[in-house]
């Protein structure tokens, strides 16, 4: 039994978007940062991958939609990673202070 990618595509695409995926699983683990912030920074980096590997093999072009959308997301990754912290520690806003 032969096993096909979708829509007849090459074997050196599978396994150079299985590289990609596996890099971007493994990546995160090696940043200096809280984990949580790097692994949320890299789903952002992650949608605007989606929208180019569909543009750049796919040749389906990003609308407005997805434009905006992908926008957001990096907005998000700014505001989650790179915000400033309070010196000296930070606070949970879901633990009550004593």
Known sequence: MWLWLREDMSWSLGVIGGFVLFAYGIIPTFQPS???????????I???MALVWG??????VPDFTDIVGSSIAII???????MPRKIGGEKSIWVNPK
């Open 46 to 48: 992650f949608i605007v």
């Open 76 to 82: 998000g990754v700014v505001v989650i990673f790179y």
């Open 55 to 60: 543009w750049l093999f796919e040749k389906i």
């Open 34 to 44: 809280h984990f949580h912030r790097v692994y949320a920074a890299y789903g952002g």
